[in-house]
């Protein structure tokens, strides 16, 4: 009976409906992780690829332009295309099952970053087989991407296909944030996280903050190969080192955000096969914080040879070597736990071993590469090619491998094979360093990257011969691990539950996991829950802990404290809902558009794609396809749309943190170029009005404290007057909006002639996109309030506009003095 | 157990990030600020070490470090009277803003051997 109400609840509908509607974390973790697998098979052949074409001197087996198009193609797909969403699909299936929750706080957004994952990666990796495939390097350094040097398709398929998926980066960051945060089980307090969901939860912040730079330049590119505005051409008064500044504001922080949730694997695996806790999980945990922010202090170290200034050189160069301390931190730790415990050398613990190896490698060379002179020295050549996979095959796959190996059983019920799976590993072990050892020595001895063939003269011939033989006894090994993962769901013996003897809630779920993951919620009293309680998958699966069952037949979830794990509220989610596909199809179609520059179409479905994100959160809170308000509801804890808190107002929060990291890195491309640009033109006379600009400001302040005041309002319980109140503010947000076009059409900017007004006309874009989208969100909120959906019973929504409000606010005011008053106190000729 | 969340308590979780925000806005204003001084006022390069640029920069580092200490000393006085979550808290906020103090001397070291704009 209780498993029947729950899988009526939770479960999703058969065939392809269900198929197209489902928003279950288990299922498109899952879709996550084999469309990512899809494309590291692709990447694969692409690896293969190059190392067929420089096994030998002088090959012609690909073209140079062919062979451009394969490595910019083969480092695209595996960075945006295989790295990052496989392990945001392993987050997404694993997080809810180790805080001890059902599911995600934002199940509708799994869904729309999965397809939108999947329709940019299609339209992304189709430019390869229609033979127009990006060829400037997965970096995309301007401007050799720029129109003038790359005039076919190929950038564009790059810049659009990439924004699209991170999009799908970007929503995962936001919810496995937010579910982190608000949604662990009861008496899960900080320090009694698994450690796990610290690196996940570090991963996903860095993802938010990380990847709007390179959002922001993509859309700069664009802007420039599709209408001429000169962002990074220096007639034009922009800069191509712009690119390199905002592409390495995300490509630095991108190598840890691919290597924490990897070392989150390796901290779960460590204490379970060391049969004890780890040791210094503090440690760890400041680890993971220092790495997180120290690792945006470094992305100038991959610019050494543009010609900065030896003391800003000198800074980088200190705090990359600094962040080798957290990562040392972390490398101690696990050898001491294993020194204490007593190791089990299972199959997962052989990868954790390779890793240890190959990445403590890496990491040596990244310290070589930090001092400067040396950087110099091998700037584009192999020895950083040989660098970089040490890192991040290391740092990654060889820990997903050991992951996919450990949570394997948890997945299918059945074990792999130990035969197999030891013969995958020291296939891919030995190939793996076979290609790259020797590609640090390739390197040393001068051979540049990107070099489509070399010749015999230059003695690079044998060391190219042995890293192409290894590059082959790799993809053997994948091949023989496929070949595992294949025959064990036919001939794997059956899995029992928790066959590692894991300390962490996944364990507890039932194998392979149900719909609704847990029926009951437990309660967790220390980091080890299993560990404590061996019973407590049998004590759930009966029913026997909190919010068993589910007789209302809504999808629920505990949310609480971030800080003590105290529960707060309940958290209903939405069901199964086609929106999510619906809104990432007109996306792609926004894409392509663009890519085939039929802007009207593009406006039209980015139009049509807006108003069905509306419509998707219309459906929200007591709304009758929601959770109407009903007389038997339960109030300690209350459902979270009848409190001012809840998952939504929090995944506004972290979803302004990225817009905000876009806001700043366009107020630094804005400095940058005004700074360090040769050929920037400011003008005499600032083209933006300035009593316009405080006008307009004024109406949005105002309307801003309006929408402040009535919040508080709502929450002391008075509602009166409050659809009118919200059409008010609404209407002064129209005015704010109408004031901001009159200044953008009186500034008469000539984006195309100017760096200066191609800026400013962005900036101005910025703030009427977010003006229309608050002063429309604010009329539905008018319009929800005069329905009865935002009462006093139900102040939930007010308060996550009210921060969209606030945020634009400030935002707005410090846009007005960086263009509007800063150029005018410093003069033009500043 | 009782956990303060007043700010700016010991034992408020945004003592977490709290040091390692102010190294990270050290950071920004060190590098920005000496790209924009010398941008606009390169000094005389025989003069070496010996600017004004070099000095405000290290007196500016001088005082984040001085915070730095300030705020891990406080943490970890803090963290001998508490227990539970308030005393994780305290004693890991303790460790990173005395990582980010080294970070501070670490990458401001160069300050006192290089010129600031050659």
Redesign the interface.
């Known amino acids: 009976m209780l498993h029947r109400e729950l899988e009526l609840a939770w479960g999703s509908p058969a065939g392809l409906r269900g198929m197209l509607t489902v928003v279950n974390h288990g299922t498109l973790g899952l879709r996550f992780m084999v469309t990512g697998l899809v494309f590291f098979l692709l990447g694969g052949v692409l690896a293969m690829l190059v190392r067929t074409q420089l096994a030998f001197p002088d090959q012609d087996f690909m073209s140079p332009d062919v062979y451009s198009q394969v490595t910019t193609m083969h480092g695209t797909v595996m960075m945006f295309l295989f790295a990052i969403p496989v392990l945001e699909g392993l987050a997404i299936y694993l997080i809810p099952k180790m805080i001890g929750t059902r599911d995600l706080a934002c199940p509708r957004l799994t869904a729309f970053g999965y397809w939108c994952y999947l329709f940019g990666g299609i339209i992304l990796f189709s430019s390869l087989l229609l033979d127009m495939a990006p060829d400037s390097g997965w970096f995309m350094y301007t401007p050799l991407s720029s129109g003038e040097y790359s005039p076919g398709s190929g950038s564009d398929f790059w810049l659009l296909g990439i924004t699209f998926v991170e999009i799908s980066a970007l929503s995962a960051g936001v919810e496995l944030t937010v579910s982190i945060l608000r949604t662990r089980a009861s008496g899960m307090?900080?320090?009694r996280m698994p450690l796990f969901a610290w690196y996940i939860l570090a991963m996903a912040l860095m993802i938010v903050v990380g990847f709007p730079p390179l959002i922001l330049g993509s859309v700069l590119l664009e802007l420039e190969r599709a209408v001429g505005m000169p962002f990074f051409a220096v007639a034009g008064g922009g800069d191509p080192v712009l690119w390199q500044h905002l592409f390495w504001l995300f490509g630095h922080p991108e190598v840890y955000i691919i290597f924490l949730p990897a070392a989150g694997i390796v901290s779960t695996l460590i204490p379970v096969f060391a049969g004890r806790p780890m040791v210094g999980y503090?440690?760890i945990?400041?680890s993971i914080?220092?790495t997180?922010?120290?690792s945006?202090?470094l992305w100038?170290h991959h610019m050494f040879t543009v010609g900065i200034?030896?003391?800003?050189q000198?800074?980088?160069s200190?705090?990359s070597?600094?962040v080798a301390?957290?990562t040392a931190i972390q490398v101690f730790v696990w050898l001491t736990t294993l020194w204490l415990g007593r190791p089990r050398m299972t199959l997962p613990m052989l990868w954790v071993l390779g890793f240890l190896v190959i990445f403590v490698c890496g990491g040596l060379t990244g310290v070589m590469l930090a001092l400067v002179p040396f950087n110099w020295q091998v700037h584009d050549t192999h020895f950083v090619v040989a660098h970089m996979h040490y890192v991040l095959v290391g740092g990654m796959f060889f820990p997903l491998m050991a992951g996919l190996y450990y949570w394997l059983p948890l997945v299918t019920g059945r074990m792999p094979s130990e035969s197999l799976g030891r013969l995958g590993f020291w296939l891919t072990f030995s190939g793996f360093n076979l290609t790259f050892l020797i590609m640090h020595w390739t390197g040393l001895l001068g051979m540049p990257r990107r070099i489509a063939s070399y010749e015999s003269a230059m003695g690079w011939d044998i060391y190219n011969l042995i890293s192409s033989v290894g590059g082959f006894m790799m993809s053997a090994g994948i091949a023989v691990v496929l070949l595992d993962l294949a025959l064990h769901g036919r001939f794997g013996r059956l899995a029992p539950r928790n066959p590692w003897c894991a300390d962490t809630l996944e364990w507890a779920v039932a194998t392979p996991p149900t719909s609704y993951t847990f029926a009951s919620l437990p309660q967790v009293t220390s980091r080890h829950p299993l560990w404590e309680f061996p019973q407590l998958g049998e004590s759930i699966r009966l029913g026997e802990h909190e919010r068993a069952g589910a007789p209302h037949g809504r999808r629920e979830l505990l949310g609480t404290d971030?800080?003590?794990g105290r529960v707060r509220e309940i958290i209903h989610l939405p069901g199964n809902s086609v929106w999510p596909l619906a809104a990432a199809l007109v996306l792609a179609v926004v894409c392509i558009s663009l890519l085939v520059r039929l802007y009207p179409l593009a406006l039209v479905a980015f139009v049509v794609a807006a108003c069905m994100l509306l419509r998707w959160s219309w459906e929200n809170g007591a709304h009758a396809s929601a959770t109407p308000l009903g007389d038997n509801e339960p109030s300690d804890p209350a459902l979270h749309s009848r409190t001012p808190d809840g998952p939504g107002r929090w995944t506004m929060g972290v979803a302004l943190l990225a817009d905000g990291a876009f806001f700043l890195s366009l107020l630094f491309g804005w400095?940058y170029l005004w700074?360090?640009s040769p050929q920037w033109r400011m003008p005499d006379v600032s083209p933006l009005s300035l009593p316009m600009m405080i006008a307009s400001g004024l109406a949005l302040t105002l309307a801003a404290s309006w929408l402040g005041r009535r919040c508080r309002a709502i929450v002391a319980g008075r509602e009166e007057g409050l659809a009118r109140a919200f059409a008010g503010i609404a209407a002064l947000g129209g005015v704010h909006l109408l004031l901001l076009l009159t200044l953008a059409v009186q500034a008469a900017l000539a984006p195309t002639d100017s760096a200066h007004d191609a800026v400013l006309w962005v900036g101005l874009a910025y703030l009427l996109v977010h003006a229309t989208l608050a002063t429309v969100l604010m009329l539905l909120q008018a319009r929800r309030a005069a329905l009865g959906l935002v009462s006093a019973r139900l102040p939930f929504e007010p308060g996550v506009v009210l921060l969209f409000w606030r945020y634009h606010t400030g935002a707005y005011w410090i846009l007005v003095a960086a263009i509007g008053v800063l150029p005018r106190v410093l003069g033009a000729n500043? | 157990m009782s956990t303060p969340r007043r700010w700016p308590a010991p034992s408020h979780p945004l003592q977490l990030i709290l040091g390692l925000s102010l190294w990270s806005l050290w950071f920004v204003v060190l590098y920005g600020g000496l790209s924009v001084a010398c941008e606009m006022a390169p000094p005389e390069p025989s003069r070496g070490v010996f600017t004004a640029h070099n000095a405000t920069l290290g007196l500016l580092s001088l005082a984040t470090l001085g915070l730095l200490l300030w705020l891990a000393w406080s943490c970890l006085s803090a963290s001998r009277r508490q227990e539970g979550v308030a005393c994780y808290l305290s004693m890991v906020s303790a460790g990173l803003h005395l990582f980010s103090g080294g970070g501070v001397v670490v990458v401001g070291l160069p300050l006192l051997m290089l010129p600031p704009c050659l």
């Open positions: 307090a900080l320090h503090g440690w945990v400041a914080l220092i997180g922010f120290i945006f202090g100038v200034p030896q003391l800003a000198a800074f980088f200190a705090a070597m600094l301390v957290p971030p800080l003590t400095c700074t360090v500043a």
